[in-house]
């Protein structure tokens, strides 16, 4: 019987390769060949699903980016029920983990930050949060407040753009050790209660 072969695993290996080279000697070290070896596959195998070295780190950060959305979307899976500010935070927070996995990404979309300087394709990729992901902030925001008993705002959309910049840059800083996460998270947290307002209490009969 003929071999049956996972194109996407062997996409994933040779993405894998250059996430590793990148975070090790930043993106301009990275070749086709210092791929396959990293891999441990042939040069054939990696030009075969690439026909560039553009094309293959291309792929590579737009991996990234899905996968930091990924645990974004994980992380909401896992709070299971619970309220609009706790799952905010629980969101925003999935950027400054100290797990090695979120670090490596985080430390990989810098790398490859380089990049979007001269290439616009790449620039799109790293841009700040999606349309989606911004709306699904937004509303998470504007439900916190209410719930806190603030007064509605028009500028929802735009304080989610904010906390989503505010966290990308925490995380960055983790990623480098200019932070530790704890550090990250305390910022974070301080800037939610400020956007978010006071709690009132509900009026007693």
Do not use: N
Not at 125 to 130: E, N, R, T
Not at 171 to 177: M, Q, S
């Amino acid at each position: 019987m003929p071999k049956i072969v996972d194109h996407e695993e062997r996409r994933k290996r040779l993405v894998e390769a250059v996430w590793a080279l990148a975070v090790r000697g930043g993106i301009e070290q990275v070749t086709l060949r210092k791929v396959a070896d990293e891999a441990g596959v042939s040069m054939g195998q990696v030009q075969h699903y690439y026909s560039s070295m553009h094309a293959l780190v291309r792929d590579a950060l737009d991996r990234a980016v899905r996968a930091v959305h990924s645990r974004i979307e994980t992380s909401v899976r896992a709070a299971g029920a619970t309220g609009p500010e706790d799952l905010l935070r629980i969101c925003l927070h999935a950027l400054t983990g100290p797990d090695e996995e979120s670090t490596r990404l985080m430390r990989f979309s810098l790398a490859a930050a380089g990049r979007a300087v001269s290439d616009p394709t790449m620039a799109t990729v790293l841009a700040p949060g999606d349309d989606e992901l911004l709306s699904f902030t937004a509303g998470l925001i504007a439900a916190a407040r209410q719930e806190r008993g603030g007064a509605p705002c028009d500028e929802d959309r735009l304080d989610a753009d904010i906390c989503w910049s505010l966290a990308a840059s925490l995380g960055v800083d983790v990623a480098l050790g200019y932070r530790t996460p704890d550090a990250a998270g305390r910022m974070l947290d301080h800037h939610l209660d400020r956007l978010l307002g006071p709690q009132r209490q509900a009026a007693t009969a």
